[in-house]
């Protein structure tokens, strides 16, 4: 049957290492793949420590190394 998919928080654009995440750098989407919407403002102006596709979920890995 059908369910609900949680969300996650998703590049919006390519994020290079060394960037600070913006606002306009991230979207939240499903599936729940990465970090909770939940953690938005844990990421927002954080030093990107990794390379982040589009489209590409943001990982525990891109803002802590």
């Known amino acids: ?7 996650g ?3 919006a654009r390519a994020i290079t290492a060394g960037h600070t995440i913006g ?7 499903s599936p729940a793949d ?4 939940a953690e ?3 990421v927002i102006g954080v ?3 990794r390379d982040v596709g ?9 803002i802590d190394g």
């Open 47 to 49: 030093v990107a420590k």
């Open 9 to 11: 928080i998703y590049a």
């Open 54 to 62: 589009v489209d590409e979920a943001i990982t525990r890995e891109v």
């Open 23 to 29: 606002l306009g750098d991230l979207c939240i989407k």
């Open 40 to 42: 938005w403002w844990n």
């Open 34 to 37: 990465g970090l909770s919407p």
């Open 1 to 7: 049957g059908l369910y609900k998919m949680g969300k």
